[in-house]
């Protein structure tokens, strides 16, 4: 049998797809976005929790994209044209740093993070990991977090996610997680379970969610899985709404 390397092994065209998964790599040796990939292709076929058969979700996977400096221009190129195509695009991304982006295409943000992420600058830049919701801020107000447990002195002006928020960009950094559910680039103690994560999820059914990204993920087996079952669910979750 010849599976398609796609993501949940998909065989929708780009036309035909309601959700667009985006591959973002930095190392092809070493890709956490492949490995997420790969491991969706050993998942199992229904969701029983929303009903859904995954091999009945419309995703199409894009070309990869090698996380450069210069790439942010190029994912914002290819983001606004799925979403101009009335498509949801999901990136998978080693570093948080590709929700910059996004920057412009929307207007309410939900992040889910252990960190605020609200450094002006870090280790030299202004557009690293944490400088993303900084960076998101000088464009919106509507910038909220959920999850955050580590906060440095200068990391000021952070909002807590507002159910009460409808329409929005979606941005997970694994490391929500607590370390022995997940490895990430940042390990950070006291985390939540994976199920309150997916319970997380299912409170956002009946939300507009315009574009999604999860981050900061490392390209060990396990870790994978954990990220394609994730991705997984937010898609059933979504196509029961």
């Given amino acids: 049998m010849i599976v398609k390397f796609s993501f ?3 065989e ?7 959700y667009v998964v985006i591959p973002v790599i930095d190392n092809i040796d070493k890709a956490p976005a492949i490995e997420v990939i790969k491991q969706s292709l050993q998942l199992p076929g229904y969701n029983n929790k929303y009903n859904i058969d995954y091999n009945n979700i419309p995703v199409y996977t ?8 210069s790439s942010m221009e190029e994912l914002s190129f290819v983001i606004r044209n799925i979403i101009s195509r009335s498509k949801i695009p999901i990136m998978i991304a080693p570093d948080h740093s590709v929700t910059i982006s996004t920057i412009g295409l929307f207007q309410n943000y939900v992040i889910l993070d252990a960190h605020p992420d609200m450094y002006d600058e870090y280790r030299g830049s202004k557009y690293d990991h944490a400088c993303v919701a900084k960076r998101l801020r000088e464009y919106t107000e509507h910038v909220y977090h959920y999850g955050v447990r580590v906060v440095e002195r200068d990391e000021i002006g952070w909002k807590h996610y507002d159910n009460s928020i409808n ?4 941005s997970i950094d694994m490391d929500i ?16 379970s994976y199920q309150q994560l997916l319970d997380f ?17 490392l390209p060990e087996r396990k870790s994978a899985y954990l990220v394609a079952d994730l991705i997984a669910n937010i898609l059933a ?5």
């Avoid at 929708?12 to 309601?18: G, M, N, T, V």
């Avoid at 894009?62 to 400096?69: G, I």
């Avoid at 999820?201 to 993920?217: A, F, H, M, W």
């Fill in 177 to 192: 997680l607590d370390p022995k559910y997940i490895d990430t680039n940042v390990l950070v103690p006291n985390g939540i």
């Fill in 8 to 10: 949940l092994g998909s």
């Fill in 167 to 170: 329409d929005f960009y979606l």
């Fill in 201 to 217: 999820i299912d409170s956002l059914r009946g939300k507009n969610i315009l574009g999604i990204d999860v981050v900061e993920i």
């Fill in 62 to 69: 894009y070309d990869m994209v090698l996380l450069e400096r």
């Fill in 12 to 18: 929708y065209s780009f036309e035909k797809s309601k």
């Fill in 237 to 241: 979750m979504l196509e029961s709404n």
